[in-house]
């Protein structure tokens, strides 16, 4: 199987613009630690409409693991398209030197379905701080359903010392069945 | 003497700084659970290149000064043990469900165009294609009229170099029913045998990094992977990587076995997860949407 010609870094970025969707998904694989490609796989990211073209450009994007991609992929999270939202949340989970400085910023977004994907995004981030901010969610959140995913993305590191955080959770949101349920489950 | 080796195991410092090394270099992340394996690895590494410290061994494996270091190194760390007909419910899957299913997605037996391709990524010493060539020689039907494409590829050229001579032992062979054996391989000495000249020679090897899009994408078009119990050692976007640069050597349709213990939805939605009678598989899509 004979190696395929090198394409340049300028080819593939306009190779991004192609029509034929496979073209674009070994484009945006190709980019694979060209900088300059940052900004026009930002500029691309939220509109394309193929799931396997959408996945390679933040394949590559999470690559570069900059604070400037983690805020172009994090305004994803409030996005009406639930398939972008998630895409976008698996992406940032897997970049652990520039997430930590959004979650602050994250833990506070008003949107509680941001919030949500932050929770998300913590369970898989592999960066110290994860299970604490986790449980500061739980501990804080005013949403109940905020609070739930935390608990859920805690859950593969729950041990002992978490059954009071979980019970508090649960006497702050008396009247939510589903929560009280997920720290039952949990701490059975 | 360091911790490495006095055979007392790395320091913790010396355990990140070949974590990282080996990351960057192979894009393969050790959890801290896989401390012990990566500590008895180490040591041999260290004391089979005649070094007496871990950081005497390293400084050469960083500059590049003793150019067999890396490789050993990559064999040491990567998992290449297998024996034949390993997780077997997987080739009764390919053989009674997938093949089919391949064969009529392209035109029927009698009206294919071009051979069904299958990879084998690791292939390590090459019991896994070979148990694949030796499943469909003795119990597929078409054999004889299809034409068929076995590749295997891995990161590690000594163990392709192994896969290349195709002489095992008993522990390999273990699972191999007698008269195929018999057809198949022979006595080599030491009770080893040499699986026959026809199947080694139909069987294509190259090395290649999984993680590396550059190189992986010289790999079209197969209708078959097998992706075994290696993507649950990578951290997140080396995986998503892999991800992505087997469904980029995939036809749209084709069929990618993992291990037992892996998932796909952990690591990529880009594949439709489809249930067989043997177990779960992944396809990549036939159409341009999800």
Same mark, same amino acid.
């Given at each position: 199987?004979?190696?395929?010609?090198?394409?340049?870094?300028?080819?593939?970025?306009?190779?991004?613009?192609?029509?034929d969707?496979?073209?674009?998904?070994?484009a945006?694989?190709?980019?694979?630690? &060209?900088?300059? +490609?940052? @900004?026009?796989?930002l500029? $691309?990211?939220? !509109?394309? *409409?193929?799931p /396997?073209?959408?996945?390679?450009?933040?394949?590559?994007?999470a690559?570069?693991?900059?604070?400037?991609?983690?805020?172009?992929?994090? &305004?994803?999270? +409030?996005? @009406?398209?639930a398939?972008? $939202?998630?895409? !976008?949340? *698996?992406?940032? /989970?897997?970049?652990?030197?520039?997430?930590p400085?959004?979650v602050?910023?994250?833990l506070?977004?008003?949107?509680?379905?941001?919030?949500?994907?932050? +929770?998300?995004?913590?369970?898989?981030?592999?960066h110290?701080?994860?299970?604490?901010?986790?449980?500061?969610?739980?501990?804080?959140?005013?949403?109940?359903?905020?609070?739930?995913?935390?608990?859920?993305?805690?859950?593969?590191?729950?041990?002992?010392?978490?059954?009071?955080?979980l019970?508090?959770?649960?006497?702050?949101?008396?009247?939510?069945?589903?929560l009280?349920?997920?720290?039952?489950?949990a701490?059975? | 003497?360091?911790?490495?080796?006095?055979?007392?195991?790395?320091?913790?410092?010396?355990?990140?700084?070949?974590?990282?090394y080996?990351?960057?270099?192979?894009?393969?992340?050790?959890?801290?659970?896989?401390?012990y394996?990566?500590?008895?690895?180490?040591?041999?590494?260290?004391?089979?290149?005649?070094f007496?410290?871990?950081?005497?061994?390293?400084?050469?494996?960083r500059?590049?000064d003793?150019?067999?270091?890396?490789?050993?190194?990559?064999?040491?760390?990567?998992?290449?043990?297998?024996?034949?007909?390993?997780e077997?419910?997987?080739?009764?899957?390919?053989?009674?469900?997938?093949?089919?299913?391949?064969?009529a997605?392209?035109?029927?037996?009698?009206?294919?165009?071009?051979?069904?391709?299958?990879?084998?990524?690791?292939?390590?010493?090459?019991?896994?294609?070979?148990?694949?060539?030796?499943?469909?020689?003795?119990?597929?039907?078409?054999?004889?009229?299809?034409?068929?494409?076995?590749?295997?590829?891995d990161?590690?050229?000594?163990?392709?170099e192994?896969?290349?001579?195709?002489s095992?032992?008993?522990?390999?062979?273990?699972?191999?029913?007698?008269?195929?054996l018999a057809?198949?391989?022979?006595?080599?000495?030491?009770?080893?045998?040499?699986?026959?000249d026809?199947?080694?020679?139909?069987?294509?090897?190259?090395?290649?990094?999984?993680?590396?899009?550059?190189?992986?994408?010289?790999?079209?078009?197969?209708?078959?992977?097998?992706?075994r119990?290696?993507?649950?050692?990578f951290?997140?976007?080396?995986?998503?990587?892999?991800?992505?640069?087997?469904?980029?050597?995939?036809?749209?349709?084709?069929?990618?076995?993992?291990?037992?213990?892996?998932?796909?939805?952990?690591?990529?939605?880009?594949?439709?997860p489809t249930r067989?009678?043997?177990?779960?598989?992944y396809?990549?899509?036939?159409?341009?949407?999800?």
């Amino acid at each position: 199987m004979p190696e395929p010609p090198a394409v340049s870094a300028d080819d593939l970025i306009r190779q991004l613009d192609d029509a034929d969707p496979e073209a674009r998904r070994v484009a945006a694989l190709g980019l694979e630690g &060209v900088a300059g +490609a940052v @900004e026009p796989l930002l500029d $691309r990211v939220g !509109a394309e *409409e193929q799931p /396997a073209v959408r996945d390679a450009m933040l394949t590559t994007l999470a690559g570069h693991d900059t604070d400037r991609v983690a805020a172009g992929l994090a &305004v994803h999270l +409030a996005s @009406e398209d639930a398939g972008l $939202r998630t895409a !976008a949340a *698996e992406a940032l /989970a897997a970049m652990p030197v520039s997430v930590p400085a959004l979650v602050p910023r994250l833990l506070e977004d008003p949107d509680h379905d941001v919030r949500m994907l932050c +929770a998300r995004v913590l369970a898989d981030l592999p960066h110290p701080e994860a299970l604490t901010w986790l449980a500061v969610m739980i501990k804080d959140d005013p949403h109940p359903n905020v609070v739930a995913s935390a608990i859920d993305a805690l859950l593969p590191s729950l041990g002992p010392e978490h059954a009071e955080l979980l019970q508090r959770a649960v006497r702050r949101f008396p009247d939510d069945p589903f929560l009280r349920f997920t720290v039952e489950a949990a701490l059975r | 003497m360091t911790s490495a080796a006095t055979g007392t195991g790395l320091a913790k410092a010396e355990f990140e700084k070949i974590r990282e090394y080996f990351y960057r270099r192979t894009g393969i992340q050790f959890a801290d659970s896989k401390r012990y394996f990566v500590d008895k690895r180490i040591e041999h590494c260290v004391r089979a290149a005649g070094f007496d410290t871990f950081a005497a061994w390293f400084g050469a494996l960083r500059t590049g000064d003793r150019p067999g270091l890396l490789p050993e190194l990559i064999s040491q760390l990567t998992v290449n043990e297998t024996y034949f007909l390993r997780e077997d419910y997987q080739f009764d899957a390919l053989l009674n469900s997938v093949l089919p299913r391949v064969l009529a997605a392209r035109g029927g037996p009698d009206r294919i165009a071009g051979p069904v391709k299958i990879l084998s990524l690791p292939c390590a010493s090459g019991e896994e294609p070979y148990s694949i060539a030796l499943r469909l020689l003795e119990e597929w039907p078409h054999i004889d009229t299809v034409d068929v494409e076995i590749h295997g590829a891995d990161i590690d050229g000594e163990v392709l170099e192994r896969a290349r001579h195709a002489s095992y032992g008993e522990r390999s062979l273990q699972r191999v029913p007698a008269p195929w054996l018999a057809r198949h391989f022979s006595p080599v000495g030491a009770g080893r045998y040499q699986i026959d000249d026809g199947i080694r020679e139909a069987l294509t090897l190259r090395q290649v990094n999984v993680c590396d899009t550059a190189a992986m994408r010289s790999f079209r078009d197969f209708d078959v992977v097998f992706c075994r119990n290696v993507l649950i050692y990578f951290d997140d976007l080396s995986s998503r990587r892999a991800a992505e640069n087997l469904y980029g050597a995939m036809r749209p349709g084709a069929y990618l076995f993992l291990g037992h213990s892996e998932s796909m939805s952990r690591i990529s939605p880009i594949f439709t997860p489809t249930r067989l009678p043997e177990g779960i598989v992944y396809q990549r899509p036939t159409g341009a949407k999800r």
